[in-house]
């Protein structure tokens, strides 16, 4: 078996930092200083207010703050009415409650009419501690199923930063899955719209990773290059649209096949999509889909969720010598404990 | 020598006339909402011809063909037109019970909104006069046949209005087995912690669902009593009388959303719809026709006696 030779595989573009800086709450300072000079922005919170890291926009914009109880499917629909009134309501609340309760109030209420409401989900995946009631595993599946509706996906501190202004432009709803807490910062430039970050260049396979498991799959890619295995890796930050024309060249040009990780089900996340890219081509590649298959977590910390999950470098690198049908003796070892609220004790607030 | 109406002696006419045109309609296109017509007709003619502040009407009077869904580049639908244009100090009205299109697009043709040659295309493939209508449909002015959406919608459009200083009032029409579903309580209860007292909603409480009498599929009764008690103005009225569905309107508002309660019956003016199962969709059997064309003044060829 031969694999491609180091000098064609190289590092470039959106380089992750290899010892990444933590930074705390992005979310909450950041949505402060955007919205400082919108005043048609309004925060809507379903009494997850801190939770959601929108406390501080509260104390500071106490007028544009509105509570609206734990009421989702009014909340929806009232923030469609809002829409249509010229506001920009950026709704919050955990993803599983943007999805799965208030569903057909947001494709009616929301996507039909196309309305710019941005939909904050937190805790996307298995993010939280909070359990199966708390995991928004389908978020993905759901939200790209409405029609008009665009997903958003924050893999990492400068993704938190840049996403809101990511939704400026959007002419329509959007869901964006955000990180909060403890968020590694392991990118320099702002996320941009259905463009992919490039952080490793390859021939043999190609490796889409979004959310948390880019943070992971870094140290497995890592790996794998110093194995000579001639790997392409791409931080997939925007799931629909998917028509980077970056995704697709690293798609086609690979040797072995694809393989995508994701903090959600393989069925209708990054794993459908690239599915679709790859028929919708004819480009008649292999490809791997990293996910919860097709059942759900329960409650524990990160790092134990992470590996229940196959969401390890370890499992990636694994699929990685399946797919290429050459063991390459790789042993990552049990990796630290991610920082993120989840390895904090759980408080109830936080759920 | 001319005569001039009252209001009041217009509502009726207009309601008289929206029950004989949806009967008409029924029976030439075998089957029809016409309950609901006959239950709201005053509700709705009141509406529009006393109570909200409706500009004229911008949409032409013979609707266009569907041209899309909205999508980015093309703003929702333009339903709204027909209620006039969007402006600050207009108010703005949301038929939450869309099985109630037929009836509104009567009485948009019997106030001028619409022409009367609409009709022909209701329910047509490609028109936008739908049975059940979306905001692109004559008078709809956002989509709210998912019911107990319209409540919140109209939530977020009177917060809208009130955030910019708009005088213009959110009127909604809704049924009362929508209050079967829990978002509208959501929204009774968010509206009164809002003090969201520019939004007003009437209510027409005609008993009947799809599966037949409310009191037999799920009790909303009290409905004054249980709405009241969300903090909201509640009113009780007799929804076939005109001027006891203006006055709740006319009040000074004071911090509360309004609900207006309309008591009404499916089959007024048209009695013999009474002894009918189905009151949720209407469809004569051979001689019923030309008992419920009497009982509204006309002929059995449709023509007023």
């Known amino acids: 078996m031969k694999t491609s030779s180091d000098s064609e595989s190289r590092s470039k573009g959106d380089a992750a930092v290899a010892d990444p800086e933590v930074i705390i709450r992005p979310y909450a300072r950041h949505f402060v200083e955007w919205a400082k000079d919108k005043p048609d922005v309004l925060c809507l919170s379903a009494d997850l207010t801190g939770s959601c890291e929108v406390d501080d926009f509260r104390d500071a914009y106490p007028d544009r703050f509105i509570s609206c109880g734990m009421a989702e499917q009014n909340m929806m629909a009232f923030a469609g009415g809002l829409a249509r009134e010229g506001f920009i309501p950026i709704v919050h609340t955990f993803g599983v409650f943007v999805t799965r309760r208030p569903y057909d109030q947001v494709a009616m209420s929301i996507g039909y009419p196309n309305l710019k409401v941005r939909l904050m989900g937190f805790l996307p995946g298995v993010m939280t501690p909070g359990g199966v009631t708390h995991q928004a595993i389908d978020d993905v599946a759901l939200m790209r199923s409405i029609p008009n509706m665009t997903v958003l996906a924050c893999g990492d501190a400068t993704d938190v930063e840049s996403i809101l202004e990511v939704t400026e432009d959007i002419d329509g709803p959007v869901y964006c899955r955000v990180l909060r807490g403890e968020v590694q910062k392991l990118f320099d430039t702002p996320m941009r719209l259905d463009r992919a970050r490039l952080l490793s260049e390859g021939t ?124 390459l003796g790789i042993k990552l070892g049990p990796r630290p404990v991610e920082k993120s609220e989840s390895a904090a004790p759980a408080n109830a607030e936080s759920l | 020598m001319t005569t001039t109406l009252t209001d009041t002696e217009e509502i009726r006419l207009v309601a008289d006339a929206m ?65 006039g244009v969007d402006e600050p100090g207009n108010d703005r009205f949301i038929l939450s019970c869309t099985h109630y299109s037929l009836g509104l697009y009567a ?54 209005k009130r955030r910019r200083g708009h005088s213009g009032r959110v009127w909604v029409f809704m049924s009362d087995g929508e209050l079967e579903e829990g978002e509208t309580w959501e929204a009774f209860n968010m509206a009164a912690h809002q003090r969201l007292d520019n939004l007003s909603v009437y209510l027409d409480a005609n008993g009947n669902q799809c599966d037949g009498p409310v009191t037999t599929v799920s009790t909303v009764e009290p409905i004054a009593e249980r709405v009241r008690a969300f903090g909201w103005r509640v009113t009780e009225v007799d929804g076939h009388d005109p001027d006891a569905l203006a006055a709740p309107a006319l009040e000074a508002r004071d ?51």
């Open chain 1, 204 to 327: 043999d396979v190609c490796v889409l990773t979004e959310g948390v498991c880019t943070s992971e799959a870094l140290h497995a890619v890592a790996a794998l290059r110093e194995k000579g295995v001639s790997v392409s890796h791409l931080h997939v930050s925007t799931l629909k649209p998917f028509t980077d024309p970056a995704i697709l060249e690293a798609v086609a040009g690979v040797r072995f096949g694809i393989i995508t990780m994701e903090n959600h089900l393989v069925s209708g996340g990054l794993g459908t999509v690239t599915s679709e890219l790859i028929t919708d081509h004819g480009l008649g590649k292999r490809l791997v889909r990293i996910g919860l298959r097709d059942t759900y977590a329960h409650g524990g910390s990160l790092r134990y969720l992470m590996d229940y999950c196959g969401l390890s470098a370890q499992n990636l690198v694994d699929e990685v010598e399946r797919l290429i049908e050459r063991p």
């Open chain 2, 19 to 83: 029950r004989r045109r949806v009967l008409l309609h029924t029976i030439a296109s075998n089957g029809g909402y016409l309950c609901q017509t006959c239950s709201s007709a005053e509700a709705l003619a009141t509406l529009y011809l006393r109570i909200m502040h409706l500009g004229p009407s911008a949409g032409p009077l013979i609707p266009p063909r569907f041209e899309g869904v909205p999508r980015p580049g093309r703003p929702p639908g333009a339903g709204a037109a027909y209620n």
């Open chain 2, 107 to 160: 009485l948009l043709i019997e106030t001028g909104r619409l022409d009367e040659r609409a009709l022909e295309h209701y329910n047509e493939d490609g028109s936008t006069v739908e049975q059940i209508g979306a905001e692109h449909s004559p008078g709809i002015e956002v989509t709210t046949g998912s019911l107990a959406q319209g409540l919140s919608q109209g939530l977020g459009m009177a917060m809208g």
């Open chain 2, 255 to 305: 911090g509360r959303p309004t609900l207006v309660v309309c008591r009404t019956s499916p089959w007024h003016g048209i009695p013999s719809l009474n002894s009918r199962k189905n009151q949720h969709y209407v469809r004569f059997r051979p001689g019923e026709e030309e008992v419920a064309l009497a009982e509204l003044g006309l002929s059995s060829s449709g023509v007023a006696r």
